[in-house]
């Protein structure tokens, strides 16, 4: 079983926090306490939203958690956080999964916790969606707070699921389960992040466009920079297009300024978006350059959309969090550059709404991350896409670290990264090493 002392370098920092949970040692939570609805309900902070049935007579909750607005004042002001679990079984291992946006309200069942036949654990990101701590007032969204979140969640559950837990999340997510990892690595016995990103140094462009001048093939990389210049040359029509689309919609360009702004964004982001869920498959399907206006305008919408206020919203957390301590993914657009108006909205500064106070950018945190990872990260999987533009700048292994791995699944996307697509010995390793930090053995 894992160490349950919490380490020196974050005791001080969360020790309100701990505070704050107070009462889930002295609930009646142990293993002979009744029903685990009950049991967990009995949990000072947690409340139920619903539940719902789950496959082979495993139950799903939908949760409510009391947080703190803000971990460093653990006795100030509180929001309402939702929180899923896929109960299994108490005695099997805990996958806590995280996706770095909204919450899955239906259950499902990530890969590690069909691979280990565990529970999952699953929390809506601050500020996400009906976890939202404050409209206004943004400075508590960084990766510090979410991963206390995430820190409070386990110690109010950890009485029940006694086994251990692996931290997970695809994407955001995968980065949220490395952070996590980081700042309290007694929580889990170890780490599985998806296709997550590590971008320390955003305007280093050179890794994106790497990618994009190799992925695929030159004819379907040719087809894609032709569509994008030829989308911006007709401007003054695409633009008319968006703006009708826009009033029959009750669409609305206040965070961007414009329809013409928020055209721009279609095109210029083309080349990422086709190769985050897309194959060389998919290559046939992209427009000529002398197809309609019209059906251009249809393909970007569908590939790429928009940069309108309805589009924009429910990811506006992401912007803020890319703007100030993330960093957006920036790659050359030189094929285009001419025809380029609003250069600014290479940055995700561009998409958080007025009425937000921006810091300024700092990703210190990231970078110590990064090291961390390289010179001291322990069971660490990293699975990775080769077809993913994410990939391009990864979390990477060194000499400092333990037990630490970075795969990458042969042609696959963003969507399609997973343990089960890798090479077959890297599955094998892949599944033997989760297995084992999960405390069942490498042999399923």
Same mark, same amino acid.
């Given at each position: ?155 109010? #559950?950890?009485?029940?699921? $006694? !086994? &251990?837990?692996? =931290?997970?999340?695809?994407?955001? /997510?995968?980065?949220? +389960? ?62 008319? #297009?968006?703006?009708?689309? $826009? !009033? &029959?919609?009750? =669409?609305?360009?206040?965070?961007? /300024?414009?329809?013409? +702004? ?183």
């Amino acid at each position: 079983m894992r160490h349950r002392k919490r380490c020196l370098a974050t005791a001080v920092a969360i020790a309100g926090a701990s505070a704050f949970v107070g009462g889930p040692a002295l609930a009646d939570t142990g293993p002979d306490a009744g029903d685990i609805r009950d049991r967990v309900l009995a949990i000072p902070g947690i409340s139920l939203i619903e539940e719902k049935p789950a496959e082979n007579g495993d139950r799903f909750f939908l949760l409510e958690f009391t947080q703190p607005v803000d971990h460093r004042d653990p006795d100030g002001e509180t929001f309402q956080q939702r929180v899923s679990l896929l109960h299994t079984d108490e005695e099997r291992p805990t996958v806590f999964w995280t996706g770095g946006y909204w919450i899955n309200t239906r259950p499902a069942y990530s890969e590690p916790t069909r691979l280990l036949g565990g529970n999952e654990v699953g929390m809506e990101h601050r500020f996400f969606m009906e976890s939202v701590p404050s409209e206004d007032d943004w400075s508590t969204l960084d990766i510090w707070q979410a991963a206390s979140d995430q820190h409070r969640v386990h110690e109010a #559950l950890d009485d029940i699921y $006694a !086994e &251990e837990w692996i =931290a997970s999340g695809r994407s955001k /997510g995968g980065m949220m +389960a490395t952070y996590y990892r980081y700042y309290f690595p007694q929580d889990t016995a170890g780490a599985v992040a998806y296709v997550a990103p590590s971008n320390t140094n955003r305007d280093d462009t050179r890794a994106y466009d790497d990618f994009l001048n190799t992925v695929g093939t030159p004819e379907c990389r040719a087809a894609l920079e032709d569509l994008e210049r030829e989308a911006l040359l007709r401007r003054d029509e695409m633009v008319g #297009l968006h703006t009708a689309w $826009a !009033e &029959e919609n009750g =669409a609305t360009f206040e965070t961007v /300024g414009s329809a013409d +702004a928020s055209f721009e964004s279609g095109p210029a982001m083309l080349r990422w978006a086709f190769w985050q869920t897309s194959t060389t498959a998919d290559c046939a399907d992209i427009p000529e350059t002398t197809s309609s206006t019209q059906e251009i305008y249809d393909y970007l919408a569908a590939t790429t959309g928009f940069g309108s206020d309805q589009e924009l919203s429910a990811s506006a957390p992401y912007y803020y969090q890319a703007a100030t301590q993330l960093g957006n993914p920036v790659y050359s657009i030189d094929h285009i550059d001419d025809l380029v108006r609003y250069p600014e909205q290479l940055y995700s500064a561009a998409f958080v709404p007025d009425h937000i106070e921006l810091p300024e950018f700092n990703n210190r945190e990231i970078i110590s991350i990064d090291r961390w990872v390289r010179a001291k990260g322990s069971r660490l999987l990293f699975v990775n896409g080769e077809n993913d533009p994410w990939s391009a700048k990864p979390f990477t292994v060194g000499p400092g670290d333990r037990d630490a791995y970075v795969l990458t699944a042969p042609d696959a996307n963003h969507v399609q990264t997973s343990i089960g697509a890798l090479a077959p010995d890297d599955r094998e390793l892949a599944t033997g090493e989760l297995r084992e930090w999960a405390g069942l053995g490498t042999e399923g």
